[in-house]
């Protein structure tokens, strides 16, 4: 079946660091891939995707590469600021057909201080 | 953006009753909808589907019986918890995908906080 491993937080960072979260993945097929942030007391919010290998999804400043080799979606920001604290979470969804189903990981808390 | 609400967002009750959240989707109709479950630290499980006109597609060791679905138009599904008790109590959220932007992009509400006494 389908599985999400995403590094366990909470990262604490100061303003300005670089930022990595690890995401690895097990799907069967071409798995879509996806980034979603969930800021205090609101929902999920979509921050980036990537639909095949070697594509990269970028928001915000934020960057993820799909590597089909190893199985990743790392989660990168070179300059972290106090507003992107919140809860990151990395999931897939299998390819084809009206299947919207998304597999989450557990999430990782970041928490950026000024 | 697309919007989901979801209502209430917190709700406390005594063990036994029936609690019901609703999960709406404010400027744009939703054939499918989907319920999730997340405890603290944990990730978001997928409950159950909920389908406009149709049953509702429960995931694996999901009690039917104990997690109503109901898909009531195309902008409403409602899930009930039915005879709370502690162990149910958790955060529920529901997401919407949006039509017409292919098939990669759900929409989610903030979420309900239930806590069962």
């Known amino acids: 079946g389908n599985s999400v491993t995403q590094m366990e937080g909470p990262v604490t960072l100061s303003e300005e660091a670089f930022l990595t979260i690890n995401c690895t993945y097990t799907a069967t097929g071409y798995p879509s891939l996806f980034w979603y942030v969930q800021y205090p007391g609101e929902g999920l919010q979509l921050l980036l995707k990537a639909t095949k290998a070697d594509d990269k999804g970028s928001n915000k400043g934020f960057e993820a590469t799909y590597r089909k080799e190893t199985t990743s979606f790392h989660l990168e920001k070179g300059s972290v600021q106090v507003s992107d604290s919140a809860v990151y979470f990395c999931?897939?969804?299998?390819?084809?057909?009206?299947?919207?189903?998304?597999?989450f990981g557990k999430g990782t808390l970041l928490t950026v201080n000024p | 953006g697309a919007v989901v609400s979801q209502h209430p967002s917190w709700v406390i009750c005594k063990s036994g009753t029936s609690v019901k959240i609703e999960c709406r989707s404010l400027d744009f109709q939703a054939t499918t909808m989907f319920w999730y479950r997340q405890f603290p630290k944990q990730s978001l499980m997928l409950m159950a589907t909920?389908?406009?006109?149709?049953?509702?597609?429960?995931e694996q060791g999901v009690e039917k019986d104990k997690f109503l679905i109901n898909h009531a138009s195309l902008t409403l599904s409602t899930l009930t918890v039915t005879s709370a008790h502690p162990e149910d109590s958790s955060f529920y959220i529901c997401?919407?995908?949006?039509?017409?932007?292919?098939?990669?992009?759900?929409?989610f509400g903030p979420g309900t906080r239930l806590t069962v006494l």
């Open positions: 909920s389908n406009e006109g149709s049953k509702a597609t429960y």
């Open positions: 999931a897939l969804r299998n390819s084809g057909g009206s299947n919207y189903k998304l597999t």
């Open positions: 997401s919407a995908p949006l039509p017409g932007r292919g098939n990669n992009e759900q929409f």
